[in-house]
């Protein structure tokens, strides 16, 4: 079975680039025959285009596959060529994240996602966020009393609010933006503190790692005062990965010092066991290729409705020749003018 992983940009570290470098990793484990294509390769070290080649997963070079996972709509119209392709959805934000008409399939990775995409028209399967929980794991016990916040923000002005809040408390503030701190053993970091802070995919790596979580990021592209959920537990867990733990509320200072003083460290292995429970790639993968199995001949897909085209047209061509060439060798030339205009518009000729 030949599958291809495909993202936009592979430069950096970021949410969708880190979801492609889980799934591949996780086909490499499981044996499959993959490969990777991107847009945009990173030069650096820490880029995910060199960490996934470490892993001895080659860039795209072959014409075909049986199965095609990508993430943005530009990638997908440009793979769909090339095989059966699933389309993962990462959010709403109109562009990148839409669905792409190319595609066969579509997967979100929530069921806000997949339930907004719907009523465009656009069923999908929900399949969440998968991470693979034996690289992102407990290093070190929590702190009985919260010691050190990391902030995975991907705002300057998210990660000045949390520090505020951290000194007005006396806790030990970190970050890392993927904007600007290009770092792949983000693990270690995670594992250094007792609180993680972000939403999405950032929220589910601190999660994996038994940490406890709060959903908060305020980004310019968002709703206004959709900034998070604040502290999560076993009990509203699920109520904000509805929502892929993205939140629907702002935050004073106050408010979110409130949040903070919620932390208690046995909520750390409640978010493991909930990320081996709902977030392991070793889940998620085979849900991607069960879900491929199940449709694949319901479907016909683009490179195969090209290849019926070509083999169409080529019949189509062949029966003109020979009919042409009847007409030719019996001299009934007033006949012709329709077969040539039939061959030139198959051509495409004008």
Not at 207 to 228: F, L, N, T
Request: aromatic share 12%.
């Amino acid at each position: 079975m030949r599958i291809l992983v495909a993202n936009g940009g592979l430069a950096r570290t970021g949410g969708s680039e880190n979801f492609t470098f889980a799934i591949i990793e996780e086909m490499v484990r499981l044996g499959y025959d993959v490969e990777y294509f991107t847009f945009l390769k990173g030069d650096d070290e820490n880029a995910v285009s060199r960490q996934i080649e470490k892993l001895g997963v080659p860039f795209m070079k072959r014409e075909s596959y049986d199965l095609i996972l990508s993430n943005s709509n530009s990638v997908v119209r440009y793979l769909s060529q090339f095989g059966f392709v699933i389309d993962t959805m990462h959010g709403v934000l109109p562009g990148v994240e839409e669905p792409s008409a190319f595609a066969d399939l579509y997967v979100s990775v929530s069921p806000y996602i997949c339930e907004f995409y719907k009523k465009q028209g656009y069923e999908s399967k929900v399949i969440m966020n998968g991470i693979n929980c034996r690289r992102f794991r407990p290093k070190r016990e929590l702190s009985n009393k919260l010691c050190k916040v990391l902030s995975l923000c991907q705002s300057k002005e998210s990660n000045e609010f949390i520090s505020k809040c951290c000194i007005k408390i006396g806790v030990k503030f970190a970050k890392i933006d993927k904007y600007i701190d290009n770092k792949w053993n983000i693990e270690d970091d995670i594992n250094e503190a007792d609180l993680v802070v972000g939403i999405g995919r950032s929220l589910y790596d601190g999660m994996a790692c038994g940490r406890a979580v709060i959903s908060y990021d305020k980004r310019s592209y968002r709703d206004p005062g959709h900034e998070g959920d604040g502290y999560l537990t076993k009990d509203n867990i699920h109520q904000s990965m509805y929502r892929n733990c993205t939140g629907t509320r702002a935050f004073t200072e106050e408010e979110f010092i409130n949040e903070m003083k919620k932390y208690n460290p046995s909520d750390g292995n409640d978010m493991r066991n909930i990320a081996l429970a709902e977030l392991n790639v070793e889940k998620t993968v085979p849900e991607y290729i069960k879900y491929w199995n199940e449709n694949k001949d319901a479907i016909i897909s683009l490179p195969t409705l090209l290849n019926f085209r070509r083999k169409f047209i080529g019949e189509i061509e062949r029966q003109i020749e020979n009919t042409k060439n009847y007409y030719e060798k019996s001299h009934s030339w007033r006949y012709m003018a329709p077969f040539r205009k039939a061959m030139k518009f198959l051509k495409g000729e004008k």
